[in-house]
């Protein structure tokens, strides 16, 4: 079965291939799952869709309501496949393209405003790539105070538990794949929220 738009506006649309299998998107399964439990938190969002891929966790979030998404893969190939299928969708205004690797720190939407509600990471299995992210994530102060980060991941490669800035509420695992949701630690916040700490600019 080819990756289709789960819910809302856009549901049931189909979103193009990948070309040559370079990309391993996101069930159309596991999406559902993760939206399930996210559900209240997408309307409204502003999201980030870090490891971009096809782009089909963002513009799901997009199609439920979410009112843009930043989308960043460090591959060109991956962003023009992105922005097509954004265009099928009628989603450009809502969207925004970045070539960044994530890898050398998430510099382009440092301190963005608005500050991003929701954020999903779908990086390569076990490159030892998820745990690095999540510290790029929190150093960018790019969240809102209550902002969701929802992680596929093989369960080979595990949420680092003693991690300073995030914390995981819930699990749900589907054959090999595991999407983790994670929140900020009470006291993270604490300290981005301090007077002076955070300054954001326009994205």
Same mark, same amino acid.
């Given at each position: 079965?080819?990756?289709?738009?789960?819910?809302?506006?856009?549901?049931?649309? $189909? @979103?193009?291939?990948?070309?040559?299998? !370079?990309?391993?998107?996101?069930?159309?399964?596991?999406?559902?799952?993760?939206?399930?439990?996210?559900? %209240?938190?997408? +309307?409204?969002?502003?999201?980030?869709?870090?490891?971009?891929?096809?782009?089909?966790?963002?513009?799901?979030?997009?199609?439920?309501?979410?009112?843009?998404?930043?989308?960043? %893969?460090? /591959?060109?190939?991956?962003?023009? @496949?992105?922005?097509?299928?954004?265009?099928?969708?009628?989603?450009? $205004?809502?969207?925004?393209?970045?070539?960044?690797?994530?890898?050398?720190?998430?510099?382009?939407? $440092?301190?963005?405003?608005?500050?991003?509600?929701?954020?999903?990471? /779908?990086? +390569? !299995?076990?490159?030892?790539?998820?745990?690095?992210?999540?510290?790029?994530?929190?150093?960018?102060?790019?969240?809102?105070?209550?902002?969701?980060?929802?992680?596929?991941?093989?369960?080979?490669? +595990?949420?680092?538990?003693?991690? +300073? %800035?995030?914390?995981?509420?819930?699990? $749900?695992?589907?054959?090999?794949?595991v999407a983790s949701f994670l929140r900020r630690r009470p006291e993270t916040l604490l300290e981005q929220n301090a007077p002076g700490k955070t300054q954001r600019k326009d994205f």
């Amino acid at each position: 079965m080819g990756i289709r738009i789960i819910g809302g506006r856009r549901k049931g649309k $189909k @979103l193009r291939p990948v070309p040559g299998g !370079y990309i391993r998107p996101t069930s159309n399964r596991l999406r559902e799952t993760i939206f399930n439990v996210i559900a %209240d938190w997408v +309307p409204g969002a502003a999201a980030l869709d870090m490891f971009a891929g096809t782009g089909a966790l963002g513009i799901e979030a997009l199609s439920r309501g979410a009112r843009l998404c930043v989308f960043i %893969d460090q /591959d060109p190939r991956s962003l023009d @496949l992105v922005r097509e299928n954004l265009r099928s969708c009628g989603f450009e $205004k809502e969207a925004r393209l970045i070539r960044l690797d994530i890898a050398r720190r998430l510099s382009r939407v $440092k301190n963005a405003s608005p500050a991003f509600d929701l954020v999903f990471m /779908d990086p +390569p !299995y076990e490159r030892d790539r998820v745990n690095p992210a999540l510290t790029s994530l929190a150093e960018s102060r790019c969240l809102a105070p209550d902002a969701i980060v929802v992680v596929e991941h093989s369960p080979a490669e +595990p949420i680092w538990e003693e991690s +300073p %800035d995030f914390e995981v509420f819930k699990s $749900k695992r589907q054959g090999r794949n595991v999407a983790s949701f994670l929140r900020r630690r009470p006291e993270t916040l604490l300290e981005q929220n301090a007077p002076g700490k955070t300054q954001r600019k326009d994205f």
